[in-house]
């Protein structure tokens, strides 16, 4: 059964660097890749950016810039480092297998001083 | 990017009524258009791969057809459990959401 869980702390303040950590089961990441999908509180949703099964990166272009993602094939943890926090980037962090057929259950993420 | 515009963003239907929900894309995705359930504190549930597959376990009153760059999620006979927000996904390159449709019960 294939299962993703997010974990991460709950309240920055900005500018900090957020670190998040998608731990994966029933699914090889050298075989699956892993997405993160970030959801302000009440809008829509944005893809952040994809980590591939050969561990090759692509990233949304609004935060390029700012954004990480890398993973642990031994440990079936992929993580997320975003730096330079602001209020905007409040809201739901998801990750999910490539295909965004399965999705953890999502972080919430305030930014606030 | 290719921009998805998803109609209605408000949806208000009877049980029993068939509902129709539209995405265009802003160029021809090749049918990489998935459709998502949200309800509200959950994460979203894939109803729909590749315009027009069930994905296992979804209940058949779901479909989704389409083409190029117009694709739609129908609810045959909606239900009371139906009540949640609708988004589609291409990704037929760097993924895009729609906006997004909340589905509530007339």
């Known amino acids: 059964q294939v299962q993703l869980e997010e974990s991460g702390p709950g309240l920055m303040q900005p500018s900090e660097t957020l670190s998040l950590t998608c731990t994966v089961s029933?699914?090889?990441?050298?075989?699956?890749?892993v997405g993160w999908v970030r959801q302000p509180l009440g809008k829509g949703l944005v893809w952040m950016g994809t980590?591939?099964?050969?561990?090759?990166?692509n990233y949304n272009s609004a935060v390029q810039s700012r954004l990480s993602i890398s993973r642990d094939t031994s440990k079936s943890q992929v993580f997320l480092k975003m730096n330079s926090l602001q209020p905007e980037d409040t809201g739901t962090y998801y990750c999910?297998?490539?295909?965004?057929?399965?999705w953890g259950q999502g972080v919430m993420v305030t930014v606030s001083s | 990017d290719i921009q998805m515009t998803q109609s209605p963003s408000f949806l208000s239907a009877s049980v029993g009524d068939r509902v129709t929900i539209n995405c265009k894309a802003s160029?021809?995705?090749?049918?990489?258009l998935n459709w998502y359930q949200q309800k509200l504190g959950e994460a979203p549930k894939l109803l729909i791969y590749?315009?027009?597959n069930l994905q296992t376990g979804i209940p058949s009153r779901f479909s989704g057809s389409g083409s190029g760059t117009d694709y739609t999620l129908t609810i045959s006979s909606l239900q009371p459990e139906d009540v949640a927000t609708y988004f589609c996904?291409?990704?037929?390159?760097?993924?895009?959401f729609g906006g997004g449709t909340k589905l509530e019960l007339k």
């Open positions: 160029q021809n995705i090749n049918k990489y």
């Open positions: 999910a297998s490539h295909r965004f057929d399965y």
């Open positions: 996904l291409q990704h037929s390159s760097r993924p895009t």
């Open positions: 590749n315009t027009n």
């Open positions: 029933g699914f090889s990441l050298t075989s699956n890749g």
């Open positions: 980590i591939w099964a050969g561990g090759s990166t």
